[in-house]
């Protein structure tokens, strides 16, 4: 993994949908500064007490916005499961990075296809999510 995540404030926009990927972007690199460089056993470190790992966070995460996506905006039947938060050992940080980025990707496609201001409800009722 590289060192070279992009720190860009988010930039207002009048549309909603661009300002929202603009802080979802934002963020989502804040969580990938905190594991470049990162071994797998540093990334699977989970601190005393009741703390995930930084790869539980990335991975959670993830789940996080599948489940907002597809089961929020698209009505998609999702589960949430306590293994996101404490993830095997065979889970590499390459792989949770590069799924993390796969969800953003989908993240980012469906809320642009979305009519701004559209409702949850109208986005379920077509599955490109434009009303």
Same mark, same amino acid.
């Given at each position: ?12 926009s ?10 979802? *972007?934002f ?7 905190n ?11 989970? %601190?005393?007490?009741?703390l ?27 589960? *949430?499961?306590?293994a996101?938060?404490? %993830?095997? %050992? ?8 590069a799924?993390y ?8 496609t469906?809320?642009?296809?979305? *009519? *701004?201001?559209?409702s949850?409800a109208?986005?379920?009722?077509? %599955?490109?999510?434009d009303?």
């Amino acid at each position: 993994m590289s060192g070279d995540v992009a720190i860009e404030f988010p930039a207002g926009s009048s549309d909603e949908r661009r300002l929202l990927l603009n802080w979802l *972007r934002f963020l989502r690199g804040a969580v990938l500064r905190n594991v470049v460089d990162l071994t797998d056993e540093q990334a699977h470190w989970q %601190p005393d007490g009741a703390l995930i790992s930084l790869l539980g966070i990335v991975n959670h995460l993830t789940h996080v916005e599948w489940r907002w996506i597809d089961g929020g905006i698209l009505g998609r039947s999702t589960d *949430r499961s306590e293994a996101e938060f404490h %993830p095997r %050992p065979e889970l590499t940080l390459v792989t949770a990075v590069a799924a993390y980025q796969r969800r953003a990707g989908a993240t980012d496609t469906v809320i642009m296809q979305c *009519r *701004r201001s559209t409702s949850r409800a109208a986005c379920r009722l077509a %599955p490109t999510c434009d009303g």
